[in-house]
């Protein structure tokens, strides 16, 4: 009933913020998240529907920050378990995400108590087979007693199977360990984000268990108030200066590449605006009217150094 009451009451509203300079247990700053209207939504949806929220968008655009915002709210908002993150890589198996078991380490335990030289903890850790199994986020998630949000990261990453293989228990909200026999069900189901780059489609099997939502790149308004939430002391003309200039080398570079490639994100457009903010202010403004300072910051090759030059000089 806990688990029932709690999905009934959960709403994510978008406007609990970190105060400026607190951090999160990996000693990173946070930042605030500003949702939009139809991202609430989505996300509320699939708190309602108990069904996982799919992310895409351009890489450096907030899916992975969204996971982490709602889990900030709702700890604040509800007292709710921390955010369980699984960050997939190409090497990652569906199972990471439940449990690993230390199947040598067992080997290793009985092979010392046939040569009778356990220690009695170890002897008392191999009388008990579940003593070896290593919870993983997913498994750590179905154990609390509250929803915990859980991000599944670049889940595109995995092999093909990957998202095939974690159908039973997105369904099921379940799982069996099987070297133990052991049917681990939720207590609470918990909320699901999966981010995805589409660097590889995902089966029809998975996607229709998921709910869908595409980040737009936030247009000039939605970026000033990003901004100026992370940075509150920058100056009107410094902000709205920098974000022209940023969407014009976003729009020079996406004509010139088309729509191969990575474009410029908004999380580099924060890096860049810290690194401008370190200089005084007339200097920068005046820079701004040429060739933009520290493109390393913004472009991350050299086809694009060179197309934005291209601009430069086609612009006169």
Same mark, same amino acid.
């Given at each position: 009933?806990?688990?029932?009451?709690?999905?009934? *009451?959960?709403? !994510?509203?978008?406007?609990?913020?970190?105060?400026?300079?607190?951090?999160?247990?990996?000693?990173?700053?946070?930042?605030?998240?500003?949702? #939009?209207?139809?991202?609430? $939504?989505?996300?509320? =949806?699939?708190?309602?529907?108990?069904?996982?929220?799919?992310?895409?968008? /351009?890489?450096?655009?907030?899916?992975?920050?969204?996971?982490?915002?709602?889990? !900030? $709210? &709702?700890?604040?908002?509800?007292?709710?378990?921390?955010? $369980?993150?699984? !960050?997939? %890589? #190409?090497?990652?198996?569906?199972?990471?995400?439940?449990? *690993?078991?230390?199947?040598?380490?067992? =080997?290793?335990?009985?092979?010392?108590?046939?040569?009778?030289?356990?220690?009695?903890?170890?002897?008392?850790?191999?009388?008990?087979? *579940?003593? !070896?199994?290593?919870?993983?986020?997913?498994?750590?998630?179905?154990?609390?007693?509250?929803?915990?949000?859980?991000?599944?990261?670049?889940?595109?990453?995995?092999?093909?199977? &990957?998202?095939?293989?974690?159908?039973?228990?997105?369904?099921?909200?379940?799982?069996?360990?099987? $070297?133990?026999?052991?049917?681990? /069900?939720?207590?609470?189901?918990?909320?699901?984000?999966?981010?995805?780059?589409?660097? %590889? @489609?995902?089966?029809?099997? &998975?996607?229709?268990?998921?709910?869908?939502?595409?980040?737009?790149?936030? @247009?000039?308004?939605?970026?000033?108030?990003?901004?100026?939430?992370?940075?509150?002391?920058?100056?009107?003309?410094?902000?709205?200066?920098?974000?022209?200039?940023?969407?014009?080398?976003?729009?020079?570079?996406?004509?010139?590449?088309?729509?191969?490639?990575?474009?410029?994100?908004?999380?580099?457009?924060?890096?860049?605006? %810290?690194?401008?903010?370190?200089?005084?202010?007339?200097?920068?403004?005046?820079?701004? @009217?040429? %060739?933009?300072?520290?493109?390393?910051?913004?472009?991350?090759?050299?086809?694009?150094?060179?197309?934005?030059?291209?601009? =430069?000089?086609?612009?006169?």
């Amino acid at each position: 009933m806990v688990e029932v009451l709690n999905r009934q *009451t959960l709403k !994510y509203e978008g406007n609990v913020h970190p105060q400026p300079g607190e951090r999160g247990e990996n000693k990173q700053l946070l930042s605030p998240y500003l949702p #939009s209207p139809e991202l609430i $939504e989505a996300v509320n =949806l699939a708190i309602y529907l108990g069904r996982p929220l799919l992310l895409k968008g /351009e890489p450096g655009c907030g899916k992975t920050l969204l996971a982490k915002a709602v889990a !900030y $709210e &709702f700890s604040r908002k509800f007292g709710l378990p921390k955010l $369980e993150a699984w !960050y997939v %890589k #190409s090497t990652s198996r569906a199972r990471d995400g439940l449990y *690993t078991y230390d199947a040598v380490g067992r =080997l290793r335990d009985a092979q010392l108590a046939a040569s009778d030289r356990l220690t009695p903890e170890q002897r008392r850790r191999l009388d008990d087979p *579940t003593s !070896y199994i290593r919870w993983g986020p997913l498994g750590r998630a179905f154990q609390h007693d509250k929803p915990c949000v859980v991000l599944i990261d670049e889940i595109d990453k995995a092999d093909i199977d &990957f998202p095939n293989d974690l159908l039973l228990e997105l369904d099921e909200k379940c799982f069996i360990v099987e $070297e133990t026999d052991q049917k681990i /069900e939720a207590k609470a189901a918990p909320i699901i984000f999966i981010t995805s780059n589409d660097e %590889k @489609d995902l089966p029809d099997a &998975f996607l229709r268990r998921c709910l869908f939502h595409y980040l737009e790149f936030p @247009d000039d308004k939605r970026l000033e108030q990003i901004i100026r939430n992370i940075f509150p002391d920058i100056s009107p003309e410094l902000s709205q200066k920098a974000i022209q200039r940023f969407q014009e080398l976003r729009k020079a570079i996406a004509d010139s590449r088309g729509e191969a490639g990575k474009n410029v994100s908004t999380s580099e457009l924060i890096d860049w605006i %810290k690194v401008l903010k370190e200089h005084p202010e007339d200097k920068i403004l005046q820079q701004l @009217d040429g %060739k933009l300072p520290f493109l390393g910051v913004l472009l991350k090759n050299w086809a694009d150094h060179q197309r934005y030059l291209a601009y =430069l000089k086609k612009r006169g």
